[in-house]
């Protein structure tokens, strides 16, 4: 079966931590995205990436950046945690548009 | 911006019931796909049905099928003989075309009563 995986389902920080969210796929997959969601608001791209080493802003990218060093690990970086920055992050991966998304289980990150 | 609009955000249904949670979209595009996806409350997002533009017959899968209505750019999801376990959150998707990226609506949280 194909996977994504996220490496943490909940994570705790502090404010001002540089926080790393994780990203595995299995597929061979060429596009890697990360979401968050948040109640009422659905899901806001943050950035994307469509190949190694290349990254596009989503619609909410300040405060984070992203890495992707090789195909199959897409990286999400808070380079200073706000408590504004809590929420559920979605990673997802696809091959073309026309497939839809494959999905990680999401990580839960509380900033305190 | 192109938008997807989910109107429910919450509803709710009898066991063996048939429900229907409405999607609307905007796209300037010709050649687009239409997805589904349910997010039960252990969280992994999950495909339930998609729909390409460029085909008029409706998507089914299993007790799960779309009313697609081109024209209106309308895309609702219809369960039927709904079982405990669709008790979830669902999304309407759109994307597809030169753009690999999917928008999604707000969601609509089904709760399937016994």
């Known amino acids: 079966d194909v996977k994504v995986t996220q490496s943490s389902r909940y994570l705790v920080k502090r404010t001002g931590e540089k926080v790393f969210l994780e990203c595995v796929q299995d597929?061979?997959?060429?596009?890697m995205f990360w979401y968050r969601q948040d109640p009422g608001l659905g899901l806001r791209l943050i950035y994307f990436?469509?190949?190694?080493?290349?990254?596009e802003k989503g619609d909410i990218p300040e405060g984070y950046s992203v890495s992707r060093e090789k195909k199959e690990r897409f990286s999400l970086i808070l380079e200073s945690a706000s408590t504004n920055q809590t929420s559920m992050y979605l990673c997802?991966?696809?091959?073309?548009?026309?497939?839809?998304?494959?999905f990680g289980s999401g990580t839960r990150l509380t900033v305190v | 911006a192109q938008t997807v609009t989910q109107s429910q955000p919450e509803m709710s249904v009898q066991e063996a019931e048939t429900v229907t949670l409405s999607c609307t979209y905007d796209t300037s595009e010709n050649n687009y796909y239409l997805f589904w996806y349910k997010q039960p409350p252990s969280r992994q997002m999950i495909l339930v049905i998609r729909?390409?533009?460029?085909?008029?017959q409706n998507a089914t899968e299993n007790r799960f099928s779309v009313n697609f209505q081109k024209a209106a750019k309308s895309f609702s999801l219809k369960i039927s003989d709904s079982q405990l376990g669709d008790t979830a959150m669902y999304f309407c998707a759109r994307g597809g075309g030169s753009n690999y990226k999917l928008t999604f609506g707000k969601g609509t949280l089904l709760t399937v009563n016994p």
């Open positions: 997802a991966s696809s091959f073309s548009g026309a497939g839809g998304y494959t």
């Open positions: 597929m061979d997959h060429e596009n």
């Open positions: 990436s469509y190949d190694v080493k290349m990254k």
């Open positions: 729909q390409e533009a460029y085909k008029q």
